[in-house]
């Protein structure tokens, strides 16, 4: 044998060898996590209501929103908040994580005006999951921001969730 083809040999086989390590380290993250920790991920479908941060009073009616957790912790989430014409905010991104026996998510949306970007809207939330998995409620902070990151406003929502069939 040429000490070129024992190189390869020895290299293929360490690569095969982590190759399965990691794949069996991988499987057994994912079989071992906690069934709290996975019971958020799918597409649920929300109504936000905005609410005086202090009294907690609504102010105007409920809107729609999707919300989507997908496993690993990623968050996209789409409105149709009345407050923003059509096309002016895009779908918000962001992550999502359990600790604690609980869930947060944090998102941020670009609002836009004739193509230029105008401010961004962050959204932090606390979710309590309901006793069947299949629903939630959530309270959570907005806060809207310039283009260069300076807090213009902030409020506050919550929202009731069921589990998109």
């Known amino acids: 044998m040429t000490a070129k083809f024992v190189n390869r040999s020895f290299a293929l086989s360490v690569a095969a060898t982590l190759f399965l390590l990691l794949g069996q380290s991988f499987a057994a993250d994912v079989k071992n996590r906690a069934p709290e920790v996975r019971l958020l991920e799918g597409t649920w479908t929300v109504q936000v209501s905005i609410v005086d941060c202090t009294s907690g009073q609504t102010l105007g009616?409920?809107?729609?929103?999707?919300?989507?957790?997908?496993?690993?912790?990623?968050?996209?989430?789409?409105?149709?908040?009345?407050?923003?014409?059509?096309?002016?905010?895009?779908?918000?991104?962001?992550?999502?994580?359990?600790?604690?026996h609980a869930y947060t998510a944090v998102s941020t949306a670009f609002i836009t005006s004739n193509g230029v970007l105008v401010k961004t809207q962050k959204i932090a939330q606390a979710i309590q999951m309901g006793n069947d998995g299949n629903q939630f409620t959530s309270t959570?902070?907005?806060?809207?921001?310039?283009?260069?990151?300076?807090?213009?406003?902030?409020?506050c929502a919550v929202a009731t969730a069921q589990r998109f069939k």
């Open 61 to 100: 009616n409920p809107f729609p929103s999707l919300l989507s957790f997908a496993r690993g912790g990623a968050l996209t989430e789409t409105t149709a908040n009345p407050a923003f014409f059509p096309a002016e905010r895009g779908p918000g991104h962001g992550v999502w994580a359990y600790a604690h």
């Open 140 to 155: 959570a902070t907005v806060s809207f921001f310039d283009p260069n990151g300076n807090q213009l406003a902030s409020g």
